[in-house]
Nanobody
Framework: VQLQASGGGLVQSGGFLRLSCAASGRTFSNYGMGWFRQAPGKAREFVAAISWGGGTTGYADSVKGRFTISRDNAKDMLYLQMNRLRPDDTAVYYC????????????????WGHGTLVTVSS
């Protein structure tokens, strides 16, 4: 399985970005997907998750109401729309594929992309 995240960059506080993740290697629609992030000097943390069909989503409290996770199973693509960005959203963002149809726990994820850097300036 290969996961390629893109869409990161430098944005001002209050701005927006849309991250994308292209998946290949196994049937994308069979697995839950998630976004995680890791800020400098901090542990990797959960951001958002989506079920195999897209009907169930979950978010970290810190991003709820600002970020939206979505997927397009016809294109094997995962997305993260990030609005009202804040400086504390600055991190490398990783997309990941779980072992199951939905999971929001780090331990459920078995495949990881290389990450894309998001920098939010104040």
């Amino acid at each position: 399985v290969q996961l390629q995240a893109s869409g990161g960059g430098l944005v001002q506080s209050g701005g927006f970005l849309r991250l994308s993740c292209a998946a290949s290697g196994r049937t994308f629609s069979n697995y839950g997907m998630g976004w995680f992030r890791q800020a400098p000097g901090k542990a990797r943390e959960f951001v958002a998750a989506i079920s195999w069909g897209g009907g169930t989503t979950g978010y970290a409290d810190s991003v709820k109401g600002r970020f939206t996770i979505s997927r397009d199973n016809a294109k094997d693509m995962l997305y993260l729309q990030m609005n009202r960005l804040r400086p504390d959203d600055t991190a490398v963002y990783y997309c990941a594929q779980s072992r199951s149809i939905y999971c929001s726990d780090y331990g459920c994820y078995e495949y990881w992309g290389h990450g894309t850097l998001v920098t939010v300036s104040s």
